[in-house]
């Protein structure tokens, strides 16, 4: 069975803190994909990673994909109320069309 | 269109009512994909198309849920005989060969 361990579940910090989201597994992925989902939306996509090692950034998100190509994550500087959201990572395999998902994080700032 | 479309948003069902979920892709997309997701979780796998073919719908829970992309665009899922386990949002994704999958905005399916 091919995992992808999504953490924390749950978040709820305060404006303008930092934090990390992080997504694990045993395989190795040729891409790895962040979606950010508000309520009643669907997931919208922030970015992929494809190259072990890679680092790419989005304003004040910086995602990381391992060296291994079997993590990834997410970090945060300075969150604000409307980074709040479920954070959803997605990884794909070279032997599969599917993706395998991790269950979400869902993040809440507070002001 | 330039976003995949999703209709109708909302839909309330009396049990045992049969309907349709629609989803537009975005065009030239080969790949398009049903989803279930229960509130606060990750979209759970129903089925996927590659053009008009269904190559897999092991996702799909019971065998009242069909799902069809005759022409290899629009695709529909329907779900016969709904019951109220059946309530979820139901999310529909397409993707070309670069397989990043861009989401439509769900359907919230309420089952009375």
């Known amino acids: 069975t091919q995992l992808l361990e999504q953490s924390p579940q749950f978040l709820s910090i305060q404006e303008g803190e930092n934090l990390t989201v992080y997504c694990n597994s045993s395989?190795?992925?040729?891409?790895l994909q962040w979606y950010r989902q508000e309520p009643g939306e669907g997931p919208v996509l922030l970015v992929t990673?494809?190259?072990g090692g890679e680092v790419k950034k989005l304003k004040r998100l910086t995602f990381q994909f391992g060296d291994a190509r079997k993590d990834s994550s997410l970090h945060i500087t300075a969150a604000q109320p409307g980074d709040t959201g479920l954070y959803l990572c997605?990884?794909?395999?070279?032997?599969?069309?599917?993706?395998?998902w991790g269950a979400g994080t869902k993040l809440i700032i507070k002001p | 269109g330039a976003g995949v479309s999703q209709s109708p948003r909302y839909k309330v069902a009396k049990r045992g009512q049969d309907v349709a979920l629609r989803c537009d892709p975005i065009?030239?997309?080969?790949?398009l994909f049903w989803y279930q997701q229960a509130l606060g979780q990750g979209p759970e796998f129903l089925t996927y198309?590659?053009?008009?073919?269904?190559?897999?719908k092991s996702g799909l829970p019971s065998d009242r849920f069909f799902a069809e992309r005759p022409e290899g665009s629009v695709s529909t899922l329907k779900i016969q005989r709904t019951q109220q386990e059946d309530s979820a949002v139901y999310l529909c994704?397409?993707?070309?060969?670069?397989?990043?999958?861009?989401f439509g905005p769900g359907t919230r399916l309420t089952v009375l």
């Open positions: 198309f590659q053009n008009e073919a269904q190559l897999d």
């Open positions: 994704a397409s993707s070309s060969l670069d397989r990043v999958q861009f």
């Open positions: 395989s190795v992925f040729s891409s």
């Open positions: 997605a990884g794909a395999l070279d032997s599969n069309y599917q993706l395998i």
């Open positions: 065009s030239g997309h080969v790949s």
């Open positions: 990673v494809v190259t």
